[in-house]
């Protein structure tokens, strides 16, 4: 089994990146904003509970997220690995998702390097075409403040246990795919 983290800033591209990835090495594709996302249309209990929070570009209580990743973890334990999305965001995130993965796996983090400028024009043109309701200019900025605060301090972490391959993360989809796949390889 092998285990990747897609990681990067909103808007970097991981969400493409990831489904790349997982279709050519067999892996599982898990995100959490995909899967919440799913409970808030499927209107149940946890999808009342997270809507207003992902509508306003906050995080998600960590108990839930790790609670949905650990149930997926366990339902597709065949096949070759996963590629977690979105997750982990916060440092009891990362432990958690070591915690569940020791005995098999620990996952190797790929993070996507975007400028700020090109994420700020890539998200709102992403809200154009998408519709996605947290796409919007205040959204974006309280995420892309969420992110440098408590997710980007993962990379220390990462890159202190030998764990963090970085690429740029500005070049066309094939480019950045390519640059991702040498490094999987
Ligand atoms: P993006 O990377 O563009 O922000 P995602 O689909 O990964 O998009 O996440 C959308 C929203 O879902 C986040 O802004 C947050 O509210 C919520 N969310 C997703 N994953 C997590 C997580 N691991 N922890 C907390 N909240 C999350």
């Known amino acids: 089994m092998r285990n990747f983290i897609i990681f990067g800033p909103p808007g970097a591209?991981?969400?493409?990146?990831?489904?790349k990835i997982a279709n050519e090495f067999n892996l599982h594709h898990l995100s959490t904003g995909a899967?919440?996302?799913?409970?808030i249309s499927r209107q149940t209990?946890?999808?009342q509970k997270v809507q207003k929070i992902m509508d306003q570009g906050g995080l998600v209580d960590d108990s839930i997220v790790n609670a949905i990743v650990k149930d997926k973890i366990t339902q597709n334990s065949q096949g070759d690995g996963f590629i977690f999305d979105g997750y982990p965001?916060?440092?009891?995130q990362a432990k958690n998702l070591d915690a569940l993965l020791t005995a098999k796996a620990l996952p190797l983090v790929l993070n996507l390097?975007?400028?700020e400028k090109e994420l700020m024009e890539r998200l709102k043109l992403?809200?154009?075409e998408s519709g996605r309701s947290d796409d919007n200019e205040k959204t974006v900025k309280n995420r892309l403040r969420l992110y440098s605060e408590q997710t980007r301090p993962l990379l220390d972490f990462y890159a202190r246990q030998k764990r963090l391959i970085s690429v740029n993360g500005q070049g066309t989809i094939e480019?950045?795919?390519q640059l991702l796949r040498n490094q999987i390889k």
Do not use: D, P, S
Request: proline content about 0%.
């Open 113 to 115: 390097e975007v400028e």
């Open 89 to 92: 965001r916060t440092m009891a």
């Open 45 to 47: 209990e946890i999808g």
């Open 35 to 39: 899967l919440l996302r799913e409970e």
């Open 13 to 19: 591209g991981k969400g493409t990146q990831a489904q």
């Open 175 to 177: 480019e950045v795919f």
């Open 126 to 128: 992403r809200g154009q």
